[in-house]
């Protein structure tokens, strides 16, 4: 057994696999057809603590390292499924974790152990949507000049 493979990490990797064997590759081809965020994925992962896995314990966080947070991803794409929804939300928290103060960890990372970035994701606009128009700096009527 190496220091990759220890009973702790197989666990993790078993306990993982089983959450993401609830969805299937129907759920993720549906999510990738309808260009989807797949909220339902993201939230489960939430909810089991895996996406708050680098946050120390002591915040609310799994406390666990960079393998193990590797372990976890790598897990979600050997699934079938995609791991980009979780990849920032469990590495973002970062800056905060190496370069907050005390009273900004207290404060905040509690919440995004919770609720990952302490948000939600906001609705992306529907494929046939027509495309918000751009306005130009310049003025359809005004003359246009030539540039040397």
Request: aromatic share 6%; charged share 25%.
């Given at each position: 057994?190496?220091?990759?493979?220890?009973?702790?990490?197989?666990?993790?990797?078993?306990?993982?696999?089983?959450?993401?064997?609830?969805?299937?590759?129907?759920?993720?081809?549906?999510?990738?057809?309808?260009?989807?965020?797949?909220?339902?994925?993201?939230?489960?992962?939430?909810?089991?603590?895996?996406?708050?896995?680098?946050?120390?314990?002591?915040?609310?966080?799994?406390?666990?390292?960079?393998?193990?947070?590797?372990?976890?991803?790598?897990?979600?794409?050997?699934?079938?499924?995609?791991?980009?929804?979780?990849h920032a939300q469990m590495y973002?928290?970062?800056?905060?974790?190496?370069?907050?103060?005390?009273?900004?960890?207290?404060?905040?990372?509690?919440?995004?152990?919770?609720?990952?970035?302490?948000?939600?994701?906001?609705?992306?606009?529907?494929?046939?949507?027509?495309?918000?128009?751009?306005?130009?700096?310049?003025?359809?009527?005004?003359?246009?000049?030539?540039?040397?």
């Amino acid at each position: 057994m190496t220091v990759m493979d220890t009973p702790e990490r197989q666990n993790l990797r078993a306990e993982v696999r089983a959450l993401c064997q609830k969805f299937d590759d129907e759920y993720w081809r549906r999510c990738d057809e309808e260009r989807a965020y797949p909220d339902a994925f993201v939230e489960a992962m939430t909810e089991a603590g895996y996406l708050s896995a680098l946050i120390p314990a002591e915040y609310g966080g799994l406390g666990l390292g960079i393998t193990d947070a590797a372990i976890i991803l790598e897990e979600v794409n050997r699934s079938g499924g995609h791991s980009a929804a979780c990849h920032a939300q469990m590495y973002t928290m970062g800056a905060l974790l190496k370069h907050g103060n005390a009273e900004q960890k207290r404060r905040y990372l509690p919440e995004i152990a919770r609720a990952p970035c302490g948000c939600r994701r906001s609705p992306s606009p529907s494929r046939t949507q027509a495309p918000t128009p751009r306005t130009s700096p310049r003025s359809p009527s005004a003359p246009r000049t030539a540039t040397a």
